[in-house]
């Protein structure tokens, strides 16, 4: 297990960032365990069970869907199209958390799992930061990587609604690209859980992005950027 060192706070704002980046991280990286309540006749029984991060789940998943054929479907194409989103976002995780490990601890030999190199990339972050070599205004950007990640896993893990977006991607200028081998969409779609709970109350769940240029738009902020420049794209 990677310890994560917590440096002296300069301010309230990097100590939330932190706090929030840690907290990715942690959902990621780490197994926790929920408890399980069973009850008897003369006692109940409260028993701890663990539970993947999210990087480890993905994993599992994409093991699950190779050896059992993909989620009960009896469609090759259904198949390999399940198959082909998890490996290829999992594939992107791996070389992403290379890559913070090679900016944060550079020299540092990488580790055989993505959440390992995460988890030491962690440490040269907080390490600099207390050396002064990290110029704060990066955390933010680390944020919303490893924040792209989880909310991609949950995507396939739990699959969101779907509603697609007319215009076109502010950054391809694509207006359609394809969903599957057989079928194609607008570029531009938003995605969110818990519909039932409104949409205007589940951003924190909510990205879009583009099918074909994969660029992602996360949070409340960087959506409602993304939505004032198709309006005004509608506009002009």
Same mark, same amino acid.
Not at 193 to 222: E, I, K, T, Y
């Given at each position: ?19 929030? @980046?840690? !907290?990715?991280?942690?959902?990621? &990286?780490?197994?926790?365990?929920? $408890?399980?309540?069973? !009850? ?13 991060? @999210?990087?480890?789940?993905?994993? &599992? ?25 998890? %490996? ?6 791996? $070389?992403?958390?290379?890559? %913070? ?9 990488? +580790? ?18 207390? $050396?002064? &070599?990290?110029? !704060? ?13 989880? &909310? ?43 519909? $039932? ?20 738009? %996360?949070?409340? @902020? ?5 939505? +004032?420049?198709?309006?005004?794209? !509608?506009?002009?």
């Amino acid at each position: 297990e990677i310890c994560l060192p917590m440096p002296r706070p300069e301010g309230k704002l990097l100590k939330t960032a932190l706090e929030q @980046l840690r !907290e990715v991280i942690d959902e990621l &990286t780490t197994v926790t365990s929920v $408890d399980i309540r069973q !009850e008897s006749e003369h006692e109940i029984v409260i028993t701890k069970v663990p539970v993947q991060p @999210l990087i480890g789940q993905l994993r &599992t998943a994409i093991a699950s869907s190779v050896a059992g054929g993909g989620q009960g479907s009896n469609l090759a194409s259904e198949r390999n199209v399940l198959n082909a989103e998890a %490996l290829d976002l999992y594939d992107r995780i791996e $070389d992403g958390a290379a890559k %913070l490990l090679s900016i944060y601890s550079p020299g540092t030999i990488p +580790y055989r799992l993505p959440e390992q190199n995460i988890r030491q990339a962690s440490v040269g972050i907080y390490k600099q930061l207390l $050396d002064g &070599t990290l110029d !704060e205004s990066r955390i933010p950007w680390i944020i919303r990587s490893v924040e792209v990640w989880a &909310t991609a896993i949950k995507r396939i893990l739990n699959p969101p609604v779907t509603l697609e977006l007319m215009g076109s991607c502010p950054e391809c200028g694509e207006t359609h690209a394809k969903v599957n081998e057989s079928e194609s969409g607008r570029a531009l779609i938003i995605e969110w859980h818990n519909p $039932d709970h409104g949409f205007s109350n589940a951003l924190q769940n909510c990205l879009a992005r583009c099918r074909s240029c994969r660029n992602v738009w %996360l949070g409340d @902020l960087q959506l409602r950027e993304l939505a +004032y420049v198709l309006e005004a794209k !509608e506009t002009a």
